[in-house]
């Protein structure tokens, strides 16, 4: 998987499915990164009430999961193909290449704004001032981003796989590094509260958050701006479908439901988190939180290994998000080969990279991308679940000979036009049409294809279906074989292994320690000195023990494998 094309065109074969661990690693490092020191700090510009981001955050990043437990994993693993391949089924090769090419300038954008975010940390060690505005203001942060997009890229090609493994020894770490940041600026937070003199209770923590960390300034947002945005954020990947693409890997559907592990750690504690180191840096600093780029708020709350967890935050999503880009120019011709297309396309990413303005003005990127690809979701639904209970043909656009689904493309760019003209007219808040949109898109497309060809029956329809459901029947009989078992199987580990990985443990237990000690004694200075030893430790001997464990699953695979082929041979 990690140097052969990774079946962008066809199914995935049954040896190839992951199970669930990959997925919940994956998640939990992709969505705990350097974009939620942005997302959180800029909750706190907004002027949004601590309330209303406490509750609005917890509903929001509930149906985000639902939505990728109930919506993506399961039209994933029933085809077990990327979003491209599916889509050129329903809608053919001319719409396929349309939104190729959308999806992946939004993806190449997305990933840009991670290693800017990245690069903010690096160019603290050059001294270079933040970069806020819209362009760099020194060279050297344009070749800081060259040398950070060049790691992330060397990631992104070698695949899933490596991706996963990546994501498995960073998320513990990371996500402990937003806690302990927490921890490290409340008490700037509470010198700064005139009512509260410590937090000895959750109302007391209420009353720092509201009046100190999220001070509700601009009446005309609420919980409800904060519900929506937490489940628009990651649409593009759920709603619209685009983790299909790694979804694909599951043994099972319900490995879906590990999302819930990055939305509630990522996308709600670390959000949390970073609002109170963002209002904790600006209250140090003795200015506006809108000031200051991520790099320096996690410097301030945790020195160099500040610097760290942002470079490795940024790291973590820009190279699946990369991976996602290539995987869309690939589908304009196959060819091409995924490989060589993700080095063009992380060549390109990390020029936009060089601008600020990618991660600064995030929030409502985002939202405009939920908006572009909210549509494409719509229609692959509808085509998937919708049409067999309404007696319509599924893929009957190519059945018919069409090289365009004309039915998808109109419902596509008018609902898009439609969407973006409720917003520029100020009907509706850009996190509040989604829902609405797709709904239309939904009942647009049903019509336009019932009135196309939908509703015509073809006998090629049947020889498909036939021929999809002999393939899950073997990929059913295969993940009930003793090999499929043995893939799974526990290995034992050896004495060094398991001492590596207790000391990995230890390592991120004295980080915590060191947190909440700074939290107790109100000293910064230590943390920031000390935290980078136990976070050394954690990486050398996780790392060992992950790789090592590595090796042994798959000399135990290999020769369970032969020992079970060699007898059936003779």
């Known amino acids: 998987m990690s140097t052969a094309e990774e079946f962008e065109t066809q199914p995935i074969t049954p040896d190839k499915l992951q199970g669930g661990k990959t997925f919940a690693a994956s998640y939990a490092g992709e969505h705990v990164a350097g974009t939620e020191f942005v997302i959180g700090a800029l ?36 085809t077990r193909l990327t979003l491209y391949a599916y889509l050129e089924k329903i809608a053919g090769p001319g719409t396929i290449k349309l939104y190729s090419v959308v999806n992946g300038i939004l993806f190449c954008v997305l990933a840009g704004a991670m290693i800017t975010v990245s690069a903010s940390a690096v160019r603290i060690l050059f001294g270079i001032p933040d970069q806020v505005g819209y362009f760099p203001t020194d060279l050297r942060f344009v070749l800081v981003v060259l040398g950070v997009g060049a790691v992330v890229v060397y990631m992104a090609v070698k695949g899933f796989e490596k991706l996963a493994a990546f994501a498995e020894v960073c998320a513990p770490w990371m996500i402990l590094m937003f806690l302990v940041g927490a921890f490290v600026m409340l008490p700037t937070t509470v010198a700064a509260t005139a009512s509260v003199d410590s937090i000895n209770s959750f109302s007391d923590f ?25 489940w628009v954020a990651n649409l593009a990947m759920h709603g619209s479908l685009g983790d299909m693409t790694l979804l694909r890997f599951a043994k099972k559907a319900k490995y879906g439901y590990f999302s819930a592990l990055g939305m509630f750690i990522g996308h709600y504690m670390a959000w949390i988190c970073a609002g109170i180191m963002g209002a904790g840096a600006a209250i140090l600093l ?12 996690a410097y ?25 880009a290539g ?34 003005g995030l929030l409502g990127f985002v939202g405009y991308m939920g908006l572009l690809l909210a549509p494409v979701g719509a229609i692959i639904v509808a085509e998937h679940w919708l049409f067999p209970k309404m007696g ?5 656009s190519s059945y018919k000979g069409n090289t365009t689904n004309l039915a998808a493309v109109i419902t596509w760019v008018v609902s898009m036009v439609a969407g973006i003209a409720v917003e520029q007219t100020g009907l509706l808040h850009l996190f509040f049409i989604l829902i609405p949109l797709w709904i239309f898109s939904t009942v647009l497309y049903l019509g336009l294809a ?33 090999v499929s078992a043995q ?29 909440v000690m700074s939290y107790v004694n109100q000293d910064i200075e230590t943390i920031r000195t000390w935290l980078i030893a136990p976070t050394l430790i954690y990486f050398i001997t996780a790392t060992y023990a992950y790789l090592a464990q590595s090796k042994q699953q798959q000399e135990t695979v290999h020769s369970d494998c032969e020992a079970t082929i060699k007898p059936a041979l003779k």
Not at 47 to 72: E, F, K, M, S
Request: net charge neutral; aromatic share 10%.
């Open 286 to 297: 003795k200015t506006s939180i809108t000031a200051i780029d991520p790099g320096s708020v």
């Open 450 to 482: 019932s009135a196309m060809g939908a509703k015509e029956t073809y006998p090629e329809a049947r020889v498909a279906e036939q021929a999809e459901l002999e393939r899950k029947e073997k990929e059913s009989a295969y993940l009930s074989s003793p």
């Open 392 to 396: 319509l043909t599924r893929y009957w």
């Open 300 to 324: 301030q709350a945790l020195g160099a290994t500040g610097i760290l967890a942002v470079i490795i935050a940024g790291w973590t999503t820009s190279n699946p998000t990369i991976y996602r």
């Open 327 to 360: 995987l869309a120019f690939s589908s304009l011709n196959h060819a091409w080969g995924r490989t060589r297309v993700t080095i063009v396309v992380g060549i390109i990413t990390t020029i936009i990279a060089c601008s600020p303005f990618v991660f600064s």
């Open 206 to 230: 209420l009353t720092v958050a509201s009046e100190s960390i999220w001070k509700d300034t601009d009446g005309d947002i609420g919980i409800w701006h904060v519900v929506a945005f937490a």
């Open 43 to 78: 909750f706190v510009s907004w002027g949004v009430g601590a309330i209303d981001v406490l509750l609005g955050l917890l509903l929001g990043n509930l149906l985000a999961v639902l939505t990728w437990g109930l919506v993506t994993a399961p039209i994933a693993t029933d």
């Open 487 to 515: 893939n799974v199987a526990k290995n034992k580990q050896s004495s060094l292994v398991k001492f590596a990985k207790y000391l990995a443990w230890a390592a991120l237990a004295s980080c915590v320690y060191l947190g």
